[in-house]
C-alpha cells in the first residue's frame, strides 16, 4: 500500500469518527430537547408521552441523518457508477485493434492489451515489470531516443515512427503514439504508448 493510499485511508477513518460523534451529539441534544419540551407539558399518559418522544425525536433527527449520511452516501453511489461505466468504456477501448502499452512512470511495463501480446509473440506475465527496451532493435540511434524522451517530458506527448522487434527477434517498422498520464499535482504517473502497424 503506497502511503498516498494509507494517508487517504487514516483522513477516511478520521472524517468517519468524526461523523459519529456528531450524530451521537445531535441525537443527545435533540433528545434533551424534547425531553425539556415534554416536561413542560400537562402530565400525560405514558403512551402518548412516549410517542410524542419518538415522533419529535424522528421528526428533529432526520433531516441531521439527510444531510449527513444519505445524502452523501447517494452521491458517492453516484459517483461510483459513474466511475465504473467509465472503466467498462476504458476497457473496451483498451482492446482496440491498435497494439497499446501501459507503463508506470519510470517505464515499467504494467499493461498490454491483446493486440500488442500478438504482433509482439510475448505473453502479459512476460512484459510486465520489463522496460520497453527489450522490443528495441538495435537499428534506431540514441540520439534518436533521447530526442523522443525530451520532446515527451516536455510536451507530455511523442509521435514517430520506430522499428521494433518480436519476440522471435524479427524486426519491423511501426509507428507510434506516446502519452504521458498526469496526476492532480501534474506529475507523470504513467505512460500510454499506442502503435500503428
Do not use: C
Request: aromatic share 8%; no cysteine; hydrophobic share 45%.
Amino acid at each position: 500500500m503506497s502511503s498516498n493510499d494509507s494517508e487517504q485511508q487514516i483522513k477516511h477513518h478520521q472524517s468517519v469518527k468524526r461523523l459519529l460523534i456528531l450524530l451521537t451529539g445531535a441525537v443527545f441534544l435533540i433528545e434533551l430537547l424534547v425531553m425539556i419540551f415534554l416536561s413542560k407539558l400537562p402530565p400525560l399518559p405514558n403512551i402518548v408521552v412516549f410517542l410524542l418522544d419518538s415522533t419529535l425525536l424522528a421528526t428533529l433527527i432526520f433531516p441531521i441523518f439527510y444531510f449527513l449520511v444519505f445524502r452523501p452516501l447517494s452521491q458517492n453511489i453516484t459517483q461510483l457508477r459513474q466511475a465504473e461505466e467509465n472503466l467498462r468504456i476504458t476497457s473496451v477501448a483498451f482492446e482496440s485493434k491498435d497494439p497499446i502499452l501501459i507503463t508506470d512512470a519510470d517505464a515499467n511495463i504494467l499493461k498490454a492489451n491483446q493486440m500488442f501480446l500478438k504482433i509482439t509473440g510475448y505473453s502479459l506475465e512476460e512484459l510486465v515489470g520489463k522496460n520497453p527496451r527489450i522490443l528495441q532493435t538495435g537499428s534506431n540511434s540514441t540520439d534518436h531516443f533521447t530526442k523522443m524522451w525530451a520532446q515527451l517530458l516536455r510536451n507530455g506527448s511523442w509521435i514517430g515512427d520506430t522499428r521494433i522487434k518480436d519476440k522471435r527477434g524479427r524486426e519491423f517498422p511501426i509507428g507510434m503514439v506516446i502519452t504521458a498520464v498526469k496526476n492532480e499535482q501534474q506529475e507523470t504517473t504513467h505512460y500510454v504508448a499506442i502503435y500503428n502497424i
